[in-house]
Nanobody, 116 residues
């Protein structure tokens, strides 16, 4: 199983980025996929998640600014970010949970830096 995240980079405050994650090696559609982030000196935290049925969950900090979506047929995950602020600076990790094996999978992370 492999999760590959793409799309991080440097962006100015108020800007936007599109983060993508490609999942491969799963024998069935992961029940839940999501994005977590970890800023320097802080714990990893949930940004947003979406189930295979389309139910979404957002952190308060992401609500209204970020949109998560997935394509079950292609096993891809996208996080559209908007109105980014300095506090969004972090390494963003793609995550998948397979409820049949009860295993969690993590991608390698993609760095987002919001700075002027």
């Amino acid at each position: 199983v492999q999760l590959q995240a793409f799309g991080g980079g440097l962006v100015q405050p108020g800007g936007s980025l599109r983060l993508s994650c490609a999942a491969s090696g799963f024998t069935s559609t992961p029940y839940r996929m999501g994005w977590y982030r970890q800023a320097p000196g802080r714990e990893r935290e949930l940004v947003a998640s979406v189930t295979s049925g389309g139910t979404t969950n957002y952190a308060d900090s992401a609500e209204g600014r970020f949109t998560i979506s997935r394509n079950n047929a292609k096993n891809t995950l996208v996080l559209e970010t908007d109105t980014l602020v300095v506090e969004d600076t972090a390494v963003y990790y793609c995550h998948a949970y397979d409820r049949w094996s009860k295993r969690h999978y993590w991608g390698q992370g993609t760095k987002v830096t919001v700075s002027s």
